[in-house]
């Protein structure tokens, strides 16, 4: 399940996520011989897919971007399912302040906001110290109070 929610919070995207989630297994089935110990199997595996969710992230967004081009604050098919009860304007205005991350800053906060990764288990997923996860955290939420001074009241 963890591998599917490593997916999901890479995607959005519940068809994505499941194509990404058996991408990863069938990739970690091939490379176990080169399964190392150096990390938990868990934190390999779940490496792997998100690896896998990343890649298919931007071959998405390359497909998307070329064939539709995005009105602003418009967003493809699932990027704002983690904000589908706020206000229409509210999700807007997370999409937005996502879109303005840079990517480093935006996966780690997505995964650290899915609640089912340690830091340590982010850092080795997207290969950063976990000092550095920690600070692309923080910053990261400043989000949140960018969307509070917005007048969206308390989000987090």
Same mark, same amino acid.
Request: proline share 3%; aromatic share 8%.
């Given at each position: 399940?963890?591998?599917y929610?490593a997916?999901r =919070?890479a &995607?959005g995207?519940?068809?994505?996520a499941?194509?990404a989630?058996?991408?990863?297994?069938?990739?970690?089935w091939r490379? &176990?011989?080169?399964?190392?110990?150096?990390?938990?199997?868990?934190?390999w &595996? %779940?490496?792997i897919a @998100?690896?896998?969710a990343i890649?298919?992230?931007?071959?998405?967004?390359r497909w @998307? +971007?070329r064939t539709?081009?995005?009105?602003?604050g418009e967003?493809p098919?699932g990027a704002a399912?983690?904000?589908?009860t706020?206000s229409?304007e509210l999700?807007?205005?997370i999409?937005?302040?996502i879109?303005?991350?840079?990517?480093k800053?935006?996966d780690? %906060?997505? &995964?650290?906001?899915? *609640?089912?990764? +340690?830091? =340590?288990e982010?850092? +080795?997923?997207v290969?950063?110290?976990l *000092?550095t996860?920690? @600070?692309?955290?923080?910053e990261?939420?400043?989000?949140v109070?960018?969307?509070?001074?917005?007048g969206?009241?308390q989000?987090g």
């Amino acid at each position: 399940m963890g591998v599917y929610r490593a997916a999901r =919070a890479a &995607l959005g995207s519940h068809a994505e996520a499941e194509d990404a989630a058996q991408d990863a297994f069938v990739l970690a089935w091939r490379r &176990l011989d080169s399964f190392r110990a150096d990390a938990s199997f868990r934190t390999w &595996l %779940l490496t792997i897919a @998100w690896h896998q969710a990343i890649n298919r992230r931007r071959s998405l967004l390359r497909w @998307w +971007t070329r064939t539709m081009p995005l009105e602003e604050g418009e967003a493809p098919a699932g990027a704002a399912a983690p904000c589908a009860t706020a206000s229409r304007e509210l999700r807007r205005d997370i999409v937005i302040a996502i879109r303005a991350l840079s990517p480093k800053l935006r996966d780690a %906060l997505l &995964l650290a906001q899915s *609640g089912d990764y +340690t830091y =340590a288990e982010i850092g +080795t997923m997207v290969h950063a110290p976990l *000092g550095t996860i920690k @600070w692309r955290i923080a910053e990261a939420r400043r989000l949140v109070q960018r969307l509070q001074e917005l007048g969206h009241g308390q989000l987090g």
